[in-house]
Structures are given as C-alpha cells and as structure tokens.
C-alpha cells in the first residue's frame, strides 16, 4: 500500500535540483533485473456522493483475474484513504460530492481495473447507538478483507456504446522506448443510493466430522454464523480483548441465479441459487514457523491467486500427466430447505420471475464422488480419483462477498496471529 505521493516533496526535490547548478549525473542501467524493470502509477480521484461516512478502500485488479463474483482474483495492490481526508469537517448529513486524491505507484506493465468501498463508519452518522459499527477492514486476514452490510462500492467506469456503465480498463503497455505510460485521470466514483451493500458476509459452520470416503457423495448442512473477531490478551499483553469486527448474519440470503440477465433463471435441470459454493484441496505442507501455511490452496503456496509454477500433480481420469500443477475442486452442488425452495420459485403478480433474496435458516451441501484439475475452469479435467488431504468450503455470494472455512479464525492458527479462535471456523473436509 502507497500513500498518494506529496506533492510538496516533489517541489522540494526539483528545487534542489535546479539549486546545484549543473548537470544531473548520467543514468546507467543496474544489474539488478528488478530495478531495471519498467514501472508507472495509477491516479485519479475518488468521488463519493451520498450520507455515508468512512474510510475509502480502494483495490487494483487484474483484468485475467477478476474478483468473486466474476472470478477468484485477489487484488495485486491496494491502497486507503482515511475518513477524514474524504469527507473533511463536512456535516454528516451532507450528500456531497466529496473528492480526495488517491494513487497506485510501482504498478508493472498488465491490464488493470479500479474498484473499491467505503468502509462505513456508522458511529458518526446521526441517530448512531451503541451497537453502531467502526469501520473494520484489515487487509492482513481474509476474514476482514472484504466489504459488510453498508458499505458502498465503487468503481472506476467507462460508458459503453449503449450507454450503460461498464469497468474502465487500463491498458498499460510499454512504449517503444521501453518506458510506460501514466494512467492519470482514472476516477472512482461511490454512491450510497446505488451501490450499497444489502448484505453481510455469508459467515458460516458445517455440522459433522468431515470425513468424506471419495467414494460416494455426502450430505453436509451449513449453518449461518455471527462471529467475532477479538485479539487474544494472553498473546497482545493486553488488559482486555480488543473486538475488532463482527462477521455474518442469523440467516442466509438466497437467490436465483440469472447470469445472462434475459429474466430466466439458470440452469436446466435444476434451478442455481446464490451463494455459489467452491470445495477446493488444502496443501499438505506444513511450516511450524507459519501455522497459517495450512490455510493455502495446494499449489498455491503464496497465497497470490495463483497457482505456482511446480507443484502437486493427479493422476487423470483419461490419458497421461501433463507436467502441469493442479487446482483440485470437488464437484458439488448446493440446494436449500423445501420451503424455502418454493419461496424462491413463487412468481410475481405479472408472471415475471423474482430475483430478490429470501432469506433460508440452512444450506444443504452434497459433495459427488468426482474431482476435477480446474486450472482451466473453462475446461475442467476429471482426475482418475478423488485426492486424499484437506479442502475448504467457500461460499460466494452474488454480491461477491465470501466466506471461507477453515479461516484464521482456526483453532491451529489464530493463536499465531494473536487472534481468538473460534471453534466453528477450523472445519475441513477430510479425504483419506
């Protein structure tokens, strides 16, 4: 994370050039194949409009590795913008437009787009009680990465050719002088009336042991879950522990999935429902050093996005290895309770389908006795048997907030981190 640069420092520096009087020295390239690589900066303005107050997120993503709910991507950098440099001494029941600058230094030749949120602070808004909610986004755990109900979101847009918004990209290819261009003027805009967030996270806990034979399917029940996310004093040396956010809901919300947008739901056998679900296989390596090793995918042992470049690989249902790495999923799907199943499939009055949320007290995961390498999710290849080891559960709402479990809420990594642990947030699916 970069701070926007100062622009008094950049005046101080020029001035001390032109002070010494002669010639700058001569720039030679170094050995060093990192500082020889050309770099540029994103920057723009962030724009916020609305009665909403907080600390502004904003997250730079690949374009070939988008977010949940379009793909997996984490983001490649980040940076925040504090409260007060936002919104200033402004009245808290001003709407707005609120500007502060941001930018993206050190960014490397790629594609990009700009997105983020405002991560609502609640407690200075009028009416505020004691329940109100600071802002809570820490970037370090996966368990407070990501936006919760009333944060607003935003993002640096373009308008298409007929007029409806669509992601800016950036499009940052060196010249032929080897340099790269600057992306200036890429603004982020918010909207509290557009883009609030309706939800929380999908927090959830699976009843059971785990144990799963790979040789036929299983049943498990998700239940949602409101958990806190506290440090541990006996670790921090602190007189009490500190909350540092609450995750999750009572209930689950789910929906009708209608991803080419023509009003029909998906799917043809059997309606898609949000959240999705992705069952993906743990590493196995171990690092005593860094409990916290045992919460990377296999083969993704940096916990980038990506997978490495060598690592495990399964034997295919058909043909030979390829040398390749493999993302071991689990083939799954996910069904509600009956009643809520027909919540979801009541029309409305004019016979149009409904895609608003219902809200449902389980989910039902069924595991197949099938996995699959997904290193191309276009074209997933069934492996000759399921891998022994440990897989996580993911839940991915449609808003593309997630929930994963195990977490660092673990019993076997939270205290390496100085958290609490929590004893619903260390379940794995177990193949042996």
């Not at 996580?392 to 593309?400: E, M, N, Y």
């Amino acid at each position: 994370m970069t701070p926007p640069f100062p622009k008094r420092l950049g005046g101080l520096a020029l001035t001390a050039l032109l002070a010494t009087g002669c010639e700058p020295p001569p720039v030679v390239p170094t050995a060093d194949v990192r500082q020889k690589n050309a770099l540029t900066r994103i920057e723009g303005q962030l724009v916020v409009q609305g009665r909403v107050r907080g600390n502004a997120i904003v997250l730079l993503y690949d374009t070939e590795r988008p977010p949940p709910p379009q793909g997996t991507g984490r983001p490649v950098s980040f940076t925040v913008v504090p409260r007060e440099q936002l919104f200033g001494p402004s009245d808290v029941t001003s709407t707005g437009p609120f500007t502060a600058p941001y930018a993206f230094s050190q960014v490397a030749p790629g594609s990009y787009f700009v997105r983020g949120f405002i991560d609502v602070d609640t407690c200075v808004m009028p009416g505020a009680t004691s329940s109100c909610r600071a802002p809570d986004f820490i970037p370090w755990y996966t368990i407070t990465g990501e936006p919760n109900l009333g944060d607003v979101g935003g993002a640096a847009l373009d308008t298409s050719r007929d007029g409806a918004p669509v992601p800016r990209v950036l499009n940052l290819t060196p010249r032929s002088d080897g340099t790269l261009p600057v992306a200036t003027g890429v603004n982020v805009s918010f909207s509290a009336d557009q883009a609030t967030v309706p939800l929380e996270r999908p927090v959830f806990s699976v009843d059971g042991t785990g144990n799963f034979s790979g040789q036929a399917g299983a049943l498990f029940t998700l239940r949602p879950r409101t958990v806190e996310v506290r440090t541990d004093k006996e670790k921090t040396g602190e007189e009490d522990s500190r909350l540092l956010s609450t995750q999750g809901a009572p209930v689950f919300f789910v929906r009708l999935v209608d991803d080419n947008n023509d009003g029909q739901p998906d799917g043809d056998k059997k309606l898609e429902i949000w959240p999705r679900v992705l069952v993906r296989k743990l590493t196995d390596v171990k690092n005593p050093d860094n409990p916290s090793q045992e919460l990377a995918d296999e083969n993704d042992l940096d916990r980038n996005g990506l997978l490495d470049k060598t690592g495990v690989e399964h034997a295919p249902l058909v043909g030979d290895k390829d040398g390749q790495p493999d993302r071991v999923i689990l083939l799954t799907s996910l069904d509600v309770p009956p009643e809520v199943r027909d919540r979801l499939m009541q029309k409305n009055a004019n016979g149009t389908w409904n895609f608003q949320p219902v809200p449902s007290p389980t989910l039902l995961l069924t595991l197949q006795p099938q996995a699959v390498d997904a290193r191309d999710p276009a074209h997933p290849v069934p492996l000759k048997a399921v891998p022994s080891g440990r897989y996580a559960i993911t839940l991915v709402q449609f808003t593309g907030q997630t929930w994963r479990v195990p977490n660092e809420l673990s019993a076997s990594v939270a205290p390496s981190i100085d958290l609490l642990p929590s004893d619903t947030q260390s379940f794995t699916i177990n193949v042996p």
